[in-house]
């Protein structure tokens, strides 16, 4: 099982790496990563490039997650039918690495795995998005700080996926839903950390509004 682990986390993060806004940058002769904010995301292509590439950059992270679950059911569903659900949650997880850090990039700086995260609860367990999504949305509309709605809705995914364990509505064997909690603990701290600076802005008033129109190059956000 440990070999099957470290499989699907590289087939995650190979997934991982396929960065939207870096390829829809490049077809413009410009790198995402020296405009707006610098992030490889969706946020930053909208507010850079338009909600046409915006959206693209969205659905393309989404899917991204969605790929490497739907593989690793595929791979593994006969094999290894009691802890399909564990590798999968793993796949999840080596997507949003490779999405945050590829290793093509400079610094390893890729997007900050929201979408991803997204993506992930989709394929993972299709009933957390209602309420992570939910969260975040409420949380943008009244606050207009993305990142705080992004930060709200890594914890609602953390704490539905605990409360979801304990109904019994993961489907997932006692014997790795420990592992399964400590996994999406991970995940969930992996994108507050990556927020780290957002988290600073916020604490000092200084954090930049949400807005559909284009920033000029060099905003951070």
Known sequence: MLANRIIVVVI??????????????????????????????????????????????????VSKPIAAIGLTWLLFHEHEPEGVRLLQLYAGFGTIIGHNHPFYMKNFKGGKGIACTGGMMIA???????????????????????????????????????????LGLLNVTQAYKTEIYVLAAVIMLMGIVRHRENIGRLLSGTENKFSLHKKKEGTVS
């Open 124 to 166: 993972f367990c299709p009933i957390e998005v209602p309420i992570g999504l939910s969260v975040f949305i409420l949380s943008v509309v009244l606050t207009k700080y993305v990142s705080l709605g992004s930060i709200l809705g890594l914890i609602s995914f953390f704490i539905q996926t605990v409360v979801f364990g304990e």
């Open 12 to 61: 995650g993060y190979f997934c991982g790496i396929i960065l939207p806004a870096y390829l829809l940058g490049k077809r413009k002769h410009q790198d995402i990563t020296h405009m707006g904010s610098g992030n490889a995301g969706t946020t930053n292509t909208l507010r850079v490039f338009g909600w046409k590439a915006g959206l693209i950059t969205l659905l393309g992270d």
